[in-house]
């Protein structure tokens, strides 16, 4: 069974522009995550989705979006690229809402280098 | 603000020792508390989830206490083995009412394991 996908594995992009992750869960999970790690430090989180809403937001500024779409697979936008912004995206998948009774599977992640 | 924290210092072991990484939160009282495993370049694997009112938890060579007096986790990796070696990370969910969807991570401690 494939697990979490994620593309692409890596980017490399300037400041002041803007980029498109994206990411598939295992089949059959509905709810979606996005976390930044930045170099040396733990996870952030950035947003969970499920059932194609909005469940939770961490503390990021407005130039960080996320979509999921009918199909459960989702897209973050990160809009005017800091160099702050690099780093590596995670995107994790679970059946449903709440990480206390559903395992979350994480992707490969996305490497985002802003120079 | 709540705080996680683990030890930032990689912790070095023989093989067939027992590792025991600890994890401190602060301004906070979680319902549950889950251990990762991440090997570098990779997204985290979840390990074990302890709940408040579970002292100890153990899956085959691994363990882990919760002591929500002490706001303190402790895990440990029995019998070591170099292929133990990695980075361990504790996570809390921190969002409101408990309600599972805003998981938030220590920085995570390096484990490595001598032949």
């Known amino acids: 069974d494939a697990g979490v996908t994620q593309s692409p594995t890596h980017l490399i992009k300037t400041r002041g522009q803007h980029v498109t992750l994206r990411c598939s869960p295992i089949s059959g999970h509905k709810s979606v995550s996005w976390y930044q790690q930045v170099l040396g430090q733990g996870p952030q989180f950035i947003f969970q989705y499920y059932e194609k809403e909005e469940r939770g937001r961490g503390n990021f500024p407005d130039r960080f979006s996320a979509r999921q779409f009918p199909n459960y697979s989702s897209e973050l936008n990160v809009n005017a690229l800091l160099l702050g912004d690099s780093a590596l995206y995670l995107c994790?998948?679970?059946?449903?809402?709440?990480?206390?009774?559903?395992?979350?599977?994480f992707g490969p992640g996305t490497r985002l280098t802003v120079l | 603000s709540q705080k996680i924290e683990q030890n930032s210092e990689a912790l070095n072991i023989q093989e067939g020792k027992t590792a025991t990484l600890t994890c401190n939160y602060t301004?906070?009282?979680?319902?549950?508390l889950q251990w990762y495993r991440q090997d570098p370049g990779r997204g985290p694997v979840f390990l074990l989830l302890?709940?408040?009112?579970?002292k100890e938890k153990r899956k085959e060579r691994l363990k882990v206490t919760f002591d929500t007096t002490l706001k303190q986790s402790l895990f440990h990796i029995t019998a070591s083995q170099p292929a133990d070696s990695a980075t361990y990370l504790c996570?809390?969910?921190?969002?409101?009412?408990?309600?599972?969807?805003?998981?938030?991570f220590g920085g995570g401690t390096r484990l490595m394991v001598k032949p």
């Open positions: 994790a998948s679970s059946l449903g809402l709440s990480s206390s009774y559903n395992e979350q599977f």
């Open positions: 302890i709940r408040e009112n579970e």
């Open positions: 301004n906070y009282s979680p319902a549950y």
């Open positions: 996570a809390l969910d921190m969002s409101d009412n408990n309600a599972g969807n805003m998981l938030t």
